[in-house]
């Protein structure tokens, strides 16, 4: 039997929402709340066993081909493994029992809108590729971004799963199947904080509204221009422009919104951002909003502090959550091996 381990972390959007699909490029930052997946391999029929420890369910699917994806974290697990048996059939002959732990992507039952989906199916996809002994991370993110694409049926941009698979900040641009993934860095001086709404927003259903509109919104240009001037800003290291460029999707993201009917920036979120702007800091929603949580920027401990208090006072919960500089990692454990050692 072979047993691996994988993790992967969480991500937030610092810009790039919506605009995204559009082409233009997403910020983004892993963050240091992990997936994690264990995956045991043996010989057998090929049936998958899930169990997830965040959700209390175990799924028993004995054919994970034709079986329907489902959802939570057992649908991404196999979604994770249709991809990587297309590409490695020898996993068809093996029997996998999976457990995967992503609670700390939850307050309360409810989710905090960090990336939950994205690091599970990359965690899974590393997992599964190590049993078989791919470890190639470019491989990983390749595959990892088709079975996210297939999880999601097609909607997203797989920026997420850019964040899990490398870790740390980076700048992601989508060109039709194509994508670039460049490292960057917070320019100096700026503390990245993450406020919960204390609601969980449901990111697929926003998508399929966002999808099904006609026509391209006024607002997905702007937000679109402002997202090149983010990126811009951070590679230059430009602080003050990266503040500006926050700010300004806030406002474009609750405009977005109104135009499309979907309801991005709730009540909640404004209060966030609100909250944060009255103590000088640039703050915007992440994600693709609905609830879940937002983001502040802030010039200095003293001010960052600030935002956490007025956060307090208006009901938004400040999350203890640090930028991740390491991806998608995996530990692979060979029982057979092991006790030939032992002799």
């Known amino acids: 039997m072979r047993r691996v381990t994988a993790s992967a972390p969480g991500k937030l ?19 240091d709340r992990r997936a994690l997946v ?23 699917i004995h054919d994970p081909e034709r079986e329907p994806l489902g959802g939570g974290d057992a649908g991404a697990v196999l979604a994770a493994l249709r991809i990587v048996r297309a590409a ?14 992503t609670r700390t992507f939850l307050a309360d039952g409810e989710k905090l809108g960090l990336g939950r989906s994205a690091a599970t199916v990359t965690a899974a996809v590393a997992a599964f590729l190590a049993g078989v002994g791919r470890h190639d ?19 997203g941009s797989g ?4 964040a899990a698979a490398r870790g740390g900040v980076l700048e992601f641009r989508r ?19 993450v406020g919960w709404s204390g609601e969980g927003g449901a990111t697929d259903p926003m998508l399929r509204r966002f999808a099904a509109g006609t026509g391209e919104p006024r607002s997905l240009r702007e937000l679109s221009a402002v997202a090149e001037r983010a990126a811009a800003a951070v590679e230059r290291g430009d602080g003050a422009a990266l503040l500006d460029a926050v700010a300004s999707t806030a406002d474009l993201l609750a405009r977005l919104g109104d135009e499309v009917g979907i309801p991005i920036v709730t009540p909640a979120l404004a209060r966030l951002v609100a909250a944060a702007r009255r103590v000088g800091a640039a703050a915007k929603p992440s994600g693709a909003g609905g609830g879940d949580c937002g983001i502040a920027l802030a010039t200095s401990e003293a001010q960052a502090d600030a935002v956490r208090a007025a956060w307090r006072a208006e009901g938004i919960v400040p999350l203890s959550v640090a930028i991740a500089a390491e991806g998608v990692c995996h530990e692979v454990h ?5 006790e030939v050692s032992l002799g």
């Open 334 to 338: 060979d029982e057979l091996a092991r």
């Open 175 to 193: 060109d039709g199947a194509r994508v670039a993934v460049t490292t960057r860095a917070l320019p100096r001086g700026l503390h990245l904080l």
């Open 38 to 60: 264990h995956i045991a391999l043996e010989p057998g029929a090929g049936a998958l066993e899930a169990e997830s420890l965040a959700e209390g369910t175990r799924r028993v």
């Open 159 to 162: 920026a997420d799963v850019a």
């Open 88 to 101: 490695m059939p020898s996993l068809a002959a093996m029997r996998a029992q999976v457990v995967v732990d």
């Open 137 to 155: 991370r470019g491989e990983i993110l390749e595959a990892a971004l088709a079975a996210h694409a297939l999880f999601q049926d097609g909607r």
């Open 13 to 31: 959007f610092v810009t790039g929402e919506y605009a995204v699909l559009a082409g233009a490029p997403a910020l983004l930052a892993a963050v």
